[in-house]
């Protein structure tokens, strides 16, 4: 199985990316903020909760999104391969994530980096959030918060895979395309092992 980690703080193009992943690759898509958006707009009692979290920009618990994860793996168990898309967000959620992979013989191939800095980053989102209705883009303090809880809990992550010599980075500024060849030569040298060929 081909499995990326796409990584990076809020809106730098990581869901954007990933639909160029899917579309070259064929890979499932978890996105775990869009699952619980999802949840949000279905009502559930998971959803309720999440939406606070959300709405002020602080990361939802570990176990929730955890739970998730796992419930989509088994979901998708004829899968080439999976783009994780804003998971794991925490050391807690890599680990879980590599114990979830390993009891299916399966395991990270790599974690792409998408490098952009604080001003673009504010930019890009307070943008959406003239059209998107998301509540987290529409605050500049929300998304100060939400760099804030990047840079607190999730950066930490990339030194997780760069111990597994698994950690590439990409400059996340310039044309959609021109990433998504940069994240594309990554891929491309990915060798046999690391895409699970055995
Ligand atoms: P996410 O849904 O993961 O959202 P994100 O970080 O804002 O988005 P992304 O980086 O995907 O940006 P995008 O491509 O859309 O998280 C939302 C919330 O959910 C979190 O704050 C947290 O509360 C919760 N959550 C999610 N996962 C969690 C987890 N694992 N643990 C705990 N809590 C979790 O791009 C943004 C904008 O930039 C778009 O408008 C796009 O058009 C634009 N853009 C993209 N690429 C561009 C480019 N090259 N140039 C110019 N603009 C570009």
Do not use: C, W
């Amino acid at each position: 199985m081909l499995n990326l980690v796409l990584f990076g703080p809020p809106g730098a193009g990581k869901g954007t990316q990933s639909q160029n992943l899917i579309a070259t690759y064929g890979l499932i898509h978890l996105s775990t903020g869009d699952i619980l958006r999802n949840e949000i707009s279905n009502g559930t009692a998971l959803g309720i909760e999440a939406k606070k979290l959300m709405d002020e920009g602080l990361l939802v618990p570990d176990a929730v999104v955890i739970g998730m994860i796992s419930n989509k793996l088994d979901a998708n168990k004829d899968a080439k391969g999976f783009i994780f898309d804003g998971f794991p967000r925490t050391v807690a959620q890599a680990e879980a994530l590599d114990n979830l992979l390993a009891s299916k013989n399966e395991s990270i191939s790599a974690m792409i980096a998408l490098e952009v800095d604080k001003i673009e980053l504010e930019k890009r989102l307070l943008l959406r959030g003239k059209d998107s209705g998301r509540v987290d883009d529409q605050n500049s303090e929300i998304i100060k918060k939400r760099i804030e809880e990047y840079i607190s809990k999730t950066e930490v992550v990339a030194s997780f895979y760069a111990s597994q010599n698994k950690f590439f980075s990409v400059n996340g500024i310039g044309s959609i395309d021109a990433i998504f060849n940069e994240i594309n030569k990554v891929v491309s040298n990915l060798s046999p092992t690391e895409i699970g060929e055995k």
